[in-house]
């Protein structure tokens, strides 16, 4: 069974830094596409990063361009958001999201989300 | 950049067919996907490549994609089929996946 497993999130204050992980299970992690996806209170979805299965290519919203970094540690079937410089519209439920293999783009199994909240 | 629009709220009776739409430019051109979120969870996939049910999921969903329009109908409605649902494709272009806004479907 396919199990994603997010932590990290929390209150931090506007301009700080916080990290994300994603723990994954059930599947050969390294074959696969993961991303973050995130929904802001009340709003609808808004995808954020994604990252090759080697890691050697990643894609981000222009939205968190410069500010977020996503990276994978393959050995720990772990995934990462690095989150810099957050803003209060960065405020959101994060989804660890694993995206299908080959040539198609949907997101086959979701994590149930960590909660980033930036506030004074 | 691509955009896809979705009504806001769709209403159906219980037991009758809702069809939910998914606007975008040409978006038969693309692969389109859908989600449902019921409140306080996370999105389950519920449609993929326009019209490919995921293992587990009823045949009275099921997906079209033509023109400009995109639409999941939900046959036979029922109570657990509330929630928000939300459309999806891959903008080859911007190399970015494109949500629509949501549609929250009441059954009544």
């Known amino acids: 069974e396919v199990q994603l497993l997010e932590s990290g999130g929390g209150l931090v204050q506007p301009g700080g830094s916080l990290r994300l992980s994603c723990v994954a299970s059930g599947f050969t992690f390294s074959t696969y596409t993961m991303s973050w996806v995130r929904q802001a209170p009340g709003k609808g979805l808004e995808w954020v990063s994604s990252?090759?299965?080697?890691?050697?290519?990643?894609y981000g919203a222009d939205s968190v361009k410069g500010r977020f970094s996503i990276s994978r540690d393959n050995s720990n079937n772990t995934l990462y958001l690095q989150m810099d410089s957050l803003r209060a519209d960065d405020t959101a439920v994060y989804y660890c999201?694993?995206?299908?293999?080959?040539?198609?783009?949907?997101?086959?199994?979701w994590g149930q989300g960590t909660l980033v909240a930036v506030s004074s | 950049s691509y955009e896809l629009t979705q009504p806001n709220s769709v209403s159906v009776a219980l037991g009758q067919t809702a069809r939910l739409t998914c606007g975008g430019h040409d978006i038969a051109a693309k692969s389109v996907q859908w989600y449902h979120q019921r409140p306080g969870q996370a999105p389950v996939l519920v449609m993929h490549?326009?019209?490919k049910r995921p293992s587990g999921v009823p045949e009275r969903l099921s997906g079209t994609n033509s023109g400009n329009t995109a639409t999941l109908t939900i046959s036979g409605a029922q109570v657990g089929d509330e929630g928000d649902f939300y459309c999806?494709?891959?903008?080859?272009?911007?190399?970015?996946?494109?949500f629509g806004g949501g549609t929250k479907l009441s059954v009544l």
């Open positions: 490549t326009n019209d």
């Open positions: 999201a694993k995206r299908c293999v080959g040539s198609c783009s949907h997101f086959e199994n």
């Open positions: 999806q494709v891959w903008d080859i272009y911007t190399s970015s996946v494109i």
């Open positions: 990252i090759s299965g080697s890691g050697s290519f990643t």
